[in-house]
């Protein structure tokens, strides 16, 4: 039993995709989010500035007696998270694009993944998509422009449909029957999705996955919080406390800080 923090960090708001599933399942825990807006994107980084910001992050989350680290990234887990294991003495969880079940479901063979250009040219991407799509068409996107566009408060916005059904469009012409959403920031483009995608494309993210093995590992450490406490929940942002309210809503007591 712990009632240490569970922390967690992203490059930005989009994290807070991965955050809400965590505090769904693990309704007890106190949390910590930490989102590095001032450097989004990362996706357009290299692994190594990647990693430097990775290891910032975790030295953040570290200070403030995290228990276990939520890399609620895609493009920091694929490039960062073998440097963080192996540099720190504390649980990981990372997030990688679910590419396994659209590829294990898929009926016309075709499978689209949106993704930074980060994750897509990582080693670990190409390790995954090898083992699991190998026999499958997988048409991949770079999402550029797409978290710029989140983090300053343009989710719903013209250039964001303009910009999506530019990258659907190929995914479309192959038929494909499952979207991946490779980055946790678009999570909060599926409204946006369900309208431009016809009805028989699902979109898979890997947000409940990440909340589970995140309760597994807790537990396998015996590191649950299994007291009934008011969870303290606080949210750290070096950029704007009204895009990130904006997208968590204001039914929760959540404490909003700068760093
Ligand atoms: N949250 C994003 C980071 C995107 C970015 O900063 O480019 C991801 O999962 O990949």
Known sequence: ??????????????????????????????????????????????????????????????KKDCKLIVVACNTATTNAIDYLRKTFDVPFIGIEPAIKPAALNTKTNAVGILATKGTLSSALFSKTSGRFASNIKLIEREGTGIVELIESGKLRSDEMRTLLHQYLEPMLKAHIDYLVLGCTHYPYLIPILL?????????????????????????????LNTAKVNP?????????????????GNSLDIDYLKF
């Open 1 to 62: 039993m712990s009632d240490k923090s569970i922390g967690i960090f992203d490059s930005g708001v989009g994290g807070t995709s991965i955050w809400k599933e965590i505090h769904q399942l693990l309704p007890n825990e106190h949390t910590i989010y930490l989102a590095d807006s001032i450097n989004a994107p990362y996706g357009t980084k290299g692994t190594k500035k990647i990693t430097e910001l990775s290891v910032k992050n975790t030295e953040f989350l570290l």
């Open 232 to 248: 303290k929940l606080e949210f750290y942002t070096n950029g704007s406390v009204e895009v990130m309210q904006s997208l968590l």
């Open 195 to 223: 309208e431009l995608l016809p009805n028989h494309v699902k979109i898979i993210d890997s947000g409940e996955a990440v909340a589970r093995q995140t309760k597994a590992i807790l537990e396998k450490n015996n590191l």
